[in-house]
């Protein structure tokens, strides 16, 4: 198992930052890809961000581009999600996976992923 804890959540105002914390523990971190996701209050989950187990090539919802930026420290086991210039409709609880296997190469679709943290609430107001 793969255990996932995220933090970092919290009320912003418009145009402010936050940074999202995933510390994974139960396997080895550094050979998973791993994922952010977001799901607003009667919304479907939605893909974020992800990386490779190096982190070395990253994708983006076209939401985010340019405003949020994914990045990992496979020494202390955790993955970030630095969100800027935040807006209201960034508002959701945000989500950490990663896909069934090790060195498994998978989409945004929430049904690739196998491991999710609880998942932290993030407030943007106007």
């Known amino acids: 198992q793969l255990q996932l804890v995220e933090s970092g959540g919290g009320l912003v105002q418009t145009g402010g930052s936050l940074r999202l914390s995933c510390a994974a523990s139960?396997?080895?971190?550094?050979?998973?890809?791993m994922a952010w996701f977001r799901q607003a209050s009667g919304k479907e989950r939605e893909f974020v961000a992800r990386?490779?187990?190096?982190?070395?090539?990253?994708y983006y919802a076209d939401s985010v581009k340019g405003r949020f930026t994914i990045s990992r420290d496979n020494a202390k086991n955790t993955v970030y999600l630095q969100m800027n210039s935040l807006k209201p409709e960034d508002t959701a609880v945000y989500y950490c996976?990663?896909?069934?296997?090790?060195?498994?190469?998978?989409?945004?679709?929430?049904?690739?992923?196998?491991?999710w943290g609880q998942g932290t609430q993030v407030n943007v107001s106007s």
């Open positions: 996976a990663a896909p069934p296997s090790p060195y498994q190469v998978v989409g945004g679709a929430p049904s690739a992923y196998h491991f």
């Open positions: 139960g396997r080895t971190f550094s050979s998973y890809a």
């Open positions: 990386t490779t187990w190096t982190g070395g090539i990253t």
